[in-house]
C-alpha cells in the first residue's frame, strides 16, 4: 500500500507541479504584456508632449498672422478711404470752377 500512496502521491505532486508551471506562465505573459502597456504609455506621453509644444507654436505664429493681417486690412481701407476722397475732392473742385467761371 505504500507504493500505491507513493504514486498518488507523485502523482498529486506532479499535477501541482503543472498547475503552479501554468500560472508562472501566465504571471510572465501578463508581465511581458505590463511592460509593452508602460512602453506604449511613455510613447504616447512623449508623442503628447510633442503634440503639445507645436500647438503652443501654431497659436503664437497664429496670432501674429492675424495681426499682421488686421494691419494689412487697416492700411487698404485707409488707402481705398484715400482714394474716395481724393475722387470726391476732385470732382467737387471741377464742379465749384464750372460754377465760378460761368459768373
Excluded: C, H, P
Excluded at 500500500?1 to 502523482?11: I, L
Excluded at 501541482?16 to 512602453?39: S, T
Excluded at 500647438?55 to 503664437?60: A, L, M, V, Y
Excluded at 494689412?72 to 460754377?99: C, P, R
Aim: neutral net charge.
Amino acid at each position: 500500500m505504500s507504493e500505491e500512496n507513493t504514486g498518488k502521491g507523485t502523482d498529486k505532486v506532479a499535477e501541482v507541479q503543472k498547475q503552479v508551471d501554468e500560472v508562472k506562465g501566465i504571471m510572465v505573459d501578463n508581465v511581458d504584456k505590463m511592460l509593452n502597456n508602460m512602453e506604449k504609455a511613455d510613447e504616447l506621453d512623449a508623442k503628447t508632449s510633442d503634440l503639445r509644444d507645436q500647438s503652443q507654436t501654431f497659436k503664437s505664429r497664429a496670432t501674429t498672422l492675424k495681426r499682421r493681417m488686421w494691419w494689412q486690412n487697416l492700411k487698404l481701407w485707409l488707402a481705398l478711404g484715400g482714394v474716395v476722397v481724393l475722387i470726391i475732392l476732385i470732382i467737387v473742385i471741377a464742379v465749384a470752377a464750372n460754377s465760378g467761371g460761368g459768373d
